[in-house]
């Protein structure tokens, strides 16, 4: 029970600066080989956060145990986050900002 807690204190650590965007975040964690034991990455975690505004994103990893693949997956959410909200904020600023180009010259009147 320990090592879940540790797992929702690094998903806390590790996705904080989103949290005014994020609405929700559903982890999903499984042994994907319980009965055979033969690939040492069973331990599956997939995060699904849900933006406002926005259809829900989701990652997976695969680790040996689950604090690992807890922290890959919220490694891999961080990224896709801060790449989309980045994408998301440049949109918005270009929608936004004045526009700086030179104004096309007009053609001299031919008289």
């Given at each position: 029970?320990?090592?879940?807690?540790?797992?929702?204190?690094?998903?806390?650590?590790?996705?904080?600066?989103?949290?005014?965007?994020?609405?929700?975040?559903?982890?999903?964690?499984?042994?994907?080989?319980?009965?055979?034991?033969?690939?040492?990455?069973?331990?599956?975690?997939?995060?699904?956060?849900?933006?406002?505004?926005?259809?829900?994103?989701a990652v997976?990893?695969?680790?040996?145990?689950?604090?690992?693949?807890v922290s890959?997956?919220?490694?891999?959410?961080?990224?896709?986050?801060?790449?989309?909200?980045?994408?998301?904020?440049?949109?918005?600023?270009?929608?936004?900002?004045?526009d700086f180009?030179?104004?096309?010259?007009?053609?001299?009147?031919?008289?």
């Amino acid at each position: 029970m320990q090592q879940l807690h540790n797992s929702g204190d690094t998903l806390k650590s590790k996705l904080e600066r989103f949290s005014d965007h994020i609405t929700r975040i559903e982890v999903h964690l499984s042994d994907e080989n319980s009965s055979a034991k033969q690939d040492g990455n069973d331990k599956r975690c997939l995060l699904e956060a849900r933006l406002q505004g926005m259809e829900p994103m989701a990652v997976t990893e695969h680790a040996a145990v689950v604090g690992q693949a807890v922290s890959g997956a919220a490694d891999k959410l961080q990224r896709k986050l801060s790449s989309v909200l980045g994408k998301l904020r440049d949109k918005q600023s270009r929608s936004v900002s004045p526009d700086f180009s030179e104004p096309e010259a007009a053609e001299p009147e031919q008289g």
